[in-house]
């Protein structure tokens, strides 16, 4: 058994492993990183999921913390809201914020991944690849991995092991077997395909590039996301079941008829769609909620293997870095006591992580849905203009969760008040001018100023 004692060890070289590997080697404790997958530099594999992702204020202010902000922010596209897309093809922009400066920003993961991958070899993080971890043992802290090409078995001693390895963590595995381990994870009854429109010739964006475009057809959608290279990556989310469903477009004439029905501006953009559509899997999408995510000191479980959500309010992996902001600020106040540190942070973070589990759930229904509906956009004006007039006290939640680092339980209580707040301003009114700015007043002051502020 190879001997890994004095250093940490890291499972999954994703999107959250090498941002903390960094961040702990800037530190001065040494770290290794195990990686399943084969190095995506250096051989072409799919890298899953999403094609690209909206990184936003806390995932930021960890890539700042962490010195690599001024490298990433070259490839990203900022998004200033969501363009909704009708059946007729009629387009209707809604900011997400109050300014410029409230956007969120469109970054493919693969781009993003090397970036972290690249910046943690520049630190002296030794990554291997094609390493999977196949179990920990708890007791002896023996640790067993598995090459993905010879199929050769490895066993290490390793005194500290940090699951970054994502909803499947093996890790957890492994603590699932524990005593009195907590575990629930709710899969749903949605799945998601990635697709792509192209650039056009020239290498420009077929949309406009600075919007989330969002086609939302009820109880269905398809969104867009721009790339720097002028591609759009594409997600549909469908029920896996049912009349309409990813059962049902089982032939490519079925898909395309279907397109041509519901998102038919976007078809005549996707030359390939029905190769796509076909070669890429159907994914799955899940909230894990577990607890407790460490044992002894000697495991911890850290993004999306303590936490998975579905990505509908794009925080999965901003959550995910925002672990390593608050992990590391435990650590920079109390040192490498990792039974202590690692308990710790799960105190500080589980309420978190649990309240944004649920406002990612409560959005789905609000995207797909309820962006097409006038009610709705009339609230977020009225949201929006309580916002400018009482900046600090009323902050819509979107705002609170996206562009402030307002802890996310904090965000969805006060998320709360405000919605009762726009439900007994908005309700029986049609147009900004004929809301009762007097009773707004009253009502910000009286319910918002006794909470907690953001
Ligand atoms: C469709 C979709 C869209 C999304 N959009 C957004 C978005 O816009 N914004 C946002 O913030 N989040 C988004 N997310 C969520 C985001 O992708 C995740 O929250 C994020 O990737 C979590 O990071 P992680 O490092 O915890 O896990 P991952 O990024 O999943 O990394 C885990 C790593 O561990 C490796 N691994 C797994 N098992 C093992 C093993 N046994 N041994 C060794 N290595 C292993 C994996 O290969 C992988 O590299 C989206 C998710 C989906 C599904």
Redesign the pocket.
């Known amino acids: 058994m190879t001997s890994q004692r004095g250093s940490v060890t890291l ?7 090498p941002l903390l590997a960094i961040c702990l080697m800037q530190r001065g404790l040494p770290v290794r990183l ?4 084969p190095d995506m530099r250096r051989v072409r594999i799919s890298v899953g ?2 094609i ?5 204020t806390r ?1 930021i202010h960890a890539l700042r913390q962490a010195g690599l902000w001024s490298e990433i922010e070259k490839i990203i596209i900022p998004m200033r809201g969501r363009m909704m897309h009708s059946v007729a093809g009629e387009l209707t922009f809604m900011p997400y914020g109050k300014d410029e400066t409230e956007v969120i920003n469109a970054i493919s ?1 693969a781009d993003l ?1 090397i970036a972290l991958m690249n910046a943690a070899e520049r630190c002296g993080v030794p990554i291997q690849f094609h ?4 179990g920990f043992d708890l007791q002896t802290g023996a640790l067993h ?1 598995r090459n993905g090409g010879t199929d050769a078995e490895t066993t290490i001693a390793a005194d500290v092991v940090i699951g ?7 890790i957890r595995a492994d603590m699932l077997k524990l005593p009195r381990f907590n575990f629930s994870q709710h899969y749903l009854d949605y799945g ?1 395909k ?1 697709l792509m429109i192209p650039a056009r010739a020239d290498g420009t964006h077929v949309f406009e590039p600075h919007a989330l475009h969002i086609w939302p057809r009820g109880t269905f959608m398809l969104i867009a ?1 721009p790339n720097i290279d002028g591609t759009f990556g594409c ?1 549909l989310f469908l029920p896996f079941e049912g009349e309409t469903s990813f059962a049902a477009l089982d032939t490519e004439s079925k898909v395309l008829s279907f397109f041509e029905a519901q998102f038919p501006d976007a078809l005549h953009l996707m030359p390939a769609l029905a190769e796509n559509f076909f070669s890429n899997l159907t ?1 799955a ?1 899940v909230t894990i909620k577990c607890s407790p995510w460490q044992v002894d000191g000697k495991a911890l479980l ?4 303590a936490h ?2 579905v ?1 509908f309010f ?7 870095f925002e672990d390593c902001t608050y992990l590391l600020e435990l650590l920079d106040h109390n040192g490498p006591d990792w039974s202590a540190l690692f308990s710790g942070f799960e105190r500080s973070r589980k309420a978190d992580t649990d309240a944004i589990a649920d406002l990612a759930i409560e959005n789905f229904v609000e995207m797909r849905d309820r962006v097409a509906d006038p009610r709705f956009l009339f609230r977020k004006t009225v949201e929006l203009e309580l916002g400018k007039k009482y900046p600090g006290l009323f902050v819509p939640k979107y705002a609170m969760v996206t562009f402030h680092r307002t802890p996310y339980a904090v965000a969805a209580r006060r998320g709360t008040t405000q919605d009762r707040i726009l439900a007994e301003l908005c309700d029986s009114v049609q147009r900004l001018e004929d809301i009762d700015w007097e009773k707004a007043e009253v009502l910000v002051h009286h319910e918002l100023t006794p909470l907690a502020g953001v």
């Open positions: 499972i999954g070289a994703g999107l959250t492993g195990y990686e399943r997958r999921r999403s690209n992702l909206a990184l936003s995932g993961r991944n390493e999977r971890c196949t991995l970054a390895d994502g909803a499947g963590s093996a998601y990635e996301l997600i994914g999408m850290l993004g999306d293997a998975a959500i990505p794009g925080q999965g992996m901003n959550c995910a």
